[in-house]
């Protein structure tokens, strides 16, 4: 895809009328608004099948399951580097299958999907904060490394991995906000960016409890991150403010049921007790 198109298609910080998405947040909200839908598990999780409830019905963690048992039967290593990096061409392999199919379909040329050269677009405002919110909170959690592992805390993986999780989220959730001439943005916005909002929301609770924790027990400096942090959710209010309320209690419902994927529902796995325990 040329550049000049790519510009086009991705979201500018400004949305319908020229406004930004503060000024946007409360114009947006329909006298009628679509239903919000929680959909399959795997749009809306942290990828944590290991303690998920939902795994039954996620396509995704039978697709995985059935992709390690295939790596078992070739006498293979499903957790080495090399099953992960075939498993990774074989997936970009078919996804670009299907784009081709499906441009050419819509009649776009494969020559359109070139670079032409010309600078690629500028990130917009809310993903610009998420990466400096990544970047603190690596800062602390790669700090405690120069330290004897008896006096490490846990879990610093942990928290790294859910903020880039954090990061690629709100660059997901913040293009149907903020987009001017998208017909499917409202469509996008509830069946979509809803539900992985409160991902991110859940997701950022947990980690600054992780990043607090290790920062006092390392005396860290806490500043950078609180900064960031803050920067960060006055970036995401006018996003949250949207948010219709009934997508909280559509949640609160499906947690209280155990019916949410990870972080919402958290089940050990070596525990016989938990009926829903993956395998």
Known sequence: MTAKRMAKAAPSGRGP???TPKAVAGSLVRAAEPAVEFGSPFNWCDSRCDRCAVTADCTVHAYSARLREGHILRGEDPDSMSS????????????????????TKAGISPEEFEDDGSPA??????????WRYLEAVLVVVRGPRKAPPATRPEPLGEAGAAACLISAKIA??????VAADDEDADAIWYADSVPNLLLVESLEAQVSRIVSRVAAANSLPLEPFTCARAALHRSLRPLFDRMPDRAREELRLRIAARRAPSPFVVLDPLD???PDAPN
């Open 272 to 274: 016989p007790r938990q």
């Open 121 to 130: 677009p500028e990130p917009v405002h809310i993903s610009r904060e998420a």
């Open 172 to 177: 997901r959730v913040e293009m149907p906000a």
């Open 84 to 103: 992960a990096l075939q498993e990774t061409e074989d997936a970009l392999l078919s996804a670009m299958a299907q784009l081709t199919q499906m441009a």
């Open 17 to 19: 009328a020229g406004k």
